[in-house]
Each structure stands twice: as structure tokens, then as C-alpha cells.
């Protein structure tokens, strides 16, 4: 007898929430998931990753198998037992649900009872399942504030010329020359600095026409002979044939089959739409095999949990 205690199937539906778009919980309900894109909170000036909104549809009842086959194949158990265990979960969330009108799951969210009896699903924001923003978190930056300093002269009037007045004649005149002085070493200076500049780029100038003429003398004397060339070598590429599919359906009506083709990608099947058949019929496969033995094998675990009228379709070449 398979030890239940051990198992923890909150764990397992979250780890399930970071692959799948919509995991069912037979009996419950389903998780949903949708992508959100990086936000920008205004008001606390916070900047948030991309992540996956949850929510929870209580009439997505029916067992679609991903829950129990992931549960079988994790805690090596058998299929029959992982639904047990499931339907065992579920009875004792819905007795503490109506008991305490209350239900957590401290990674997915929270359940509630309301007035009506119905239930009630706020998700947790803490967690992100969006697996390409791993190691991404929340970023709050600081708000920049700028202080404008205002000089007011009280005593000055609007139309008043403010003069900065000298306390002699002597410093008047010390001032007068410290500028001219300063003023010719800067003229100076700048003549000589504009001189030895121009001098500096005709040098490289006639530097750079020198190797120029060096490179292409090398290049004219240089001669390039291949006495025995190689062979031509050719690479072909053998291409992977599968032709056994396994077909979910055929459609007379082409948005069926792109419903139920989107719906086998969001569950993980690597599924594909064929072109139409002579019946004008449009085949969905949940994939494509090499060999027949893998074909049988994949086709009788999707009639075991997915599809029982599965069958295989051989291409012919």
C-alpha cells in the first residue's frame, strides 16, 4: 500500500504551473495562467518583471490526465493510484471549505466561500511562474528629489544696477594689468599650441602616404598560385522521416481543428494540422514518429488518459 503522507499535491501543481498554460485538478477545478508583460507602478515608482497571472475556473472538472501521470511518474507510482490519491486531496479541501469557508495554498493562492456558496480564488503575487523571469524580482527606485535654491536681494530695487565698487585706485590698477598679462600668455599659448598641431598632423599625413605606397607595392608584387586545387566536396543531408502520426481528429470545419490544435500545444503535445484530406476533412495529430513501434506505444497512453479513438495515419511516399 503506497505511503499517501508523504505526497504533497499543492507542490506538484505549482511545479505543473510553471510548463502548462491550464492544470485540472479532477473534481476542483483548473488553474489558468496568462502571460503578463513587465509593469511600471507609477504611484510607488516600482518596476516589476513579466510573470504569469493565475486564476481558477471551477467548472474545468473533467480529468484531462496531466495531474495523476505527472504524480505517477515522479513518485513512481501507478496511474490508479495517483487518482485515488487525488480524490482523497480533493475531499479534504472541500470539507475544510465548507467547514471554514477557507482554503490556502501557501505558493498558488487562496479559496473562499462567498455569500452564494461559490468559490472564490485570489492567487498569490509573490510567486512567479513565468520560468524565463527566474531570479527576477521587484525593483522600487528611490524618487529623485530636486531642491531649487532662490537668491533674493531685499534691499535692491527692480531697475537698479548693482556695482561691485574697489576700496582704492591702487588695486584698481594691480587688476587692470594682472589681466592684460593674462590675457597674452593665454593668446600666446593658444598660438602655439594651433602651431604645433599643424605641424604634428602634416608629419603623420606624409607618415601615413608613405606606408600607403608601401602596401601597394607589396600587393602588386605579390603573386598567388594553387598548383593542385582540392577536390569539390559535397555534403548531403539526410532528412528524418516521420511518417506515422497519431491523429486526434478530422474536422469538417477548419476552426475545430485550430481549437483542438491549440488546445493539444497548451497541454505539452508537440501537435500539428495537416492539409486536407480528399473528404475536405482537416486532420490534427498529436505528433509525428520515425518507427511504428514508437507510434503504438505513445498512441496507447493518449487512449489510456487523453483520447480513446486515437489512431495512427501512415504517409505514404
Not at 501521470?69 to 513512481?76: V, Y
Not at 498569490?124 to 532662490?150: H, T
Not at 505539452?268 to 486536407?276: C, H, I, T
Request: neutral net charge; charged residues 20%.
Amino acid at each position: 500500500m503506497y505511503n499517501f503522507v508523504i505526497m504533497n499535491l499543492e507542490y506538484h501543481i505549482s511545479q505543473l504551473l510553471y510548463r502548462y498554460q491550464c492544470v485540472t485538478i479532477p473534481g476542483f477545478g483548473a488553474f489558468l495562467t496568462d502571460y503578463q508583460s513587465a509593469q511600471w507602478h507609477e504611484p510607488s515608482n516600482g518596476f516589476y518583471p513579466p510573470k504569469k497571472l493565475i486564476s481558477f475556473n471551477s467548472f474545468l472538472k473533467n480529468n484531462d490526465g496531466l495531474l495523476a501521470n505527472h504524480l505517477a511518474q515522479i513518485e513512481n507510482i501507478t496511474y490508479e493510484t495517483a487518482v485515488v490519491f487525488i480524490e482523497n486531496e480533493i475531499t479534504k479541501w472541500k470539507y475544510e471549505l465548507e467547514t471554514s469557508n477557507k482554503l490556502s495554498f501557501r505558493t498558488i493562492g487562496e479559496f473562499n466561500l462567498n455569500s452564494e456558496k461559490n468559490i472564490v480564488f485570489r492567487p498569490n503575487d509573490q510567486v512567479n511562474y513565468l520560468s524565463s523571469s527566474f531570479g527576477l524580482c521587484n525593483l522600487i527606485a528611490p524618487s529623485i528629489k530636486r531642491e531649487v535654491i532662490e537668491h533674493v536681494f531685499k534691499d535692491a530695487k527692480e531697475e537698479e544696477v548693482i556695482q561691485l565698487v574697489s576700496d582704492g585706485n591702487i588695486a584698481r590698477t594691480y587688476f587692470k594689468y594682472a589681466a592684460m598679462i593674462v590675457f597674452s600668455l593665454s593668446c600666446s599659448g593658444i598660438l602655439g599650441l594651433k602651431l604645433y598641431k599643424d605641424k604634428v598632423a602634416s608629419e603623420t599625413l606624409i607618415v601615413q602616404k608613405e606606408v600607403q605606397r608601401e602596401v601597394q607595392n607589396t600587393i602588386q608584387e605579390a603573386t598567388f598560385v594553387i598548383s593542385k586545387p582540392l577536390p569539390t566536396v559535397t555534403l548531403s543531408v539526410k532528412e528524418e522521416n516521420m511518417p506515422y502520426h497519431i491523429v486526434a481528429g478530422a474536422f469538417r470545419l477548419e476552426r475545430n481543428a485550430e481549437k483542438v490544435y491549440k488546445r493539444l500545444t497548451r497541454k505539452g503535445y508537440n501537435a500539428k494540422r495537416l492539409a486536407p484530406n480528399s473528404n475536405g476533412l482537416f486532420p490534427v495529430i498529436y505528433g509525428s514518429y520515425p518507427s511504428l513501434e514508437e507510434a503504438e506505444r505513445i498512441k496507447s497512453d493518449i487512449q489510456k488518459v487523453e483520447n480513446p479513438n486515437a489512431w495512427i495515419l501512415i504517409e505514404q511516399f
